[in-house]
Every structure is written in C-alpha cells, then in structure tokens.
C-alpha cells in the first residue's frame, strides 16, 4: 500500500508567512476619499457626463515604511457607483495590487478599495481610480476615470538633505 502524503510541501508564500491585509493591523491605513457624481454635463470626466474629487486631493507619504492607501467613496455616493480597479504608473515597486472587501462584505463591497504602499523610495506615482456607472446610459463612457496623484518622500535617515548619503561615524 503506497504511503500517504500527510503534508502540502511548503511553498515559498509559506515560509515567508502570510501577506499582510489591511485588516491585520500591521500597517497604518491611509483613507482618502472620493466623491463621484453625475452631472450630465460639464464634468470633470467621463466626456464632461461625471464630476470626481478626491478629499484630501494631492497625497505625500513622509513617514518611512509600508501603509496601506484606502480609496473608499464619501457616504453621499449613490450605491449606483462602484470601484472596479486601480492602475499606477509605479516604476519602483512600491505599490501592491488592489485589495478589495471581502464580498461578504457586501455593504461596502466595492465602495472601497485599498492599496499596499511600500514607501521605501522619492517618487510621484499618478494613480487612476476606475469607477463603473451602474446605471449609466451613455454608451461612450464604460468605465469614469478618476485620477488622484500619491507622493513617496520618505524620510529613512533623520537629518540628512535629500540627495545625501548618511555620514558614517569616525571612531576616536
């Protein structure tokens, strides 16, 4: 009788444990809002159909180590809208892929979104919040691009000039 397996062997996600969520508490949560409407014209996307903003508007990271960014809709959203995705124009790995609530969650589910920021390099990384019109009835507008712009300027060695590397310490 061949022996059995008594173990999954382990992986390399395993023995680097598990990856962190936003709900573990192991990094702060950054939560930045966004407001999206329809005005039928005149807007700020979606061909001039959809008025977006973000509160706080321009984001820089200062604090050195990873936290988590969390796009969340203002309450006054009509439920109509919802997050469909998050790209980045991050070249230094340092944002992660989308998170979503879990969708027994399903109060908030997609009214939300967050994002893994490594914060270990200076950088300006343009992000695109795509929202999807429920009810919408234009058939030019598939998704509403929404575009907040998100800093990386840590501060890793306390009282050095940006540009400068740390001094090392002479002995004697």
């Known amino acids: 009788m061949p022996k059995k397996e008594s173990a999954k062997p382990a992986t390399a996600a395993d023995k680097k444990g598990k990856r962190p969520t936003p709900w573990d508490g192991k990094y702060p949560v950054h939560p930045i809002e966004l407001t999206v409407a329809h005005v039928g014209f005149g807007g700020n996307a979606g061909k001039g159909h959809y008025f977006y903003s973000f509160a706080p508007d321009v984001v820089t990271f200062q604090q050195p180590g990873g936290l988590w960014i969390e796009y969340v809709f203002e309450l006054q959203v009509p439920e109509r809208f919802e997050i469909i995705n998050v790209l980045t124009s991050d070249a230094k790995d340092q944002i992660g892929p989308p998170v979503f609530d879990p969708p027994e969650k399903k109060d908030v589910y997609r009214r939300r979104v967050y994002l893994f920021n490594r ?23 598939q998704v509403i691009s929404c575009d907040p712009q998100v800093g990386n300027d840590p501060q890793i060695v306390p009282g050095t000039i940006k540009g400068d590397k740390a001094k090392k310490s002479k002995k004697g």
Do not use: A
Not at 122 to 131: A, D, E, H, Q, W
């Open 119 to 141: 914060n270990t390099e200076s950088t300006l990384i343009f992000f695109t919040v795509l929202v999807r019109d429920k009810f919408s009835n234009y058939n030019d507008v």
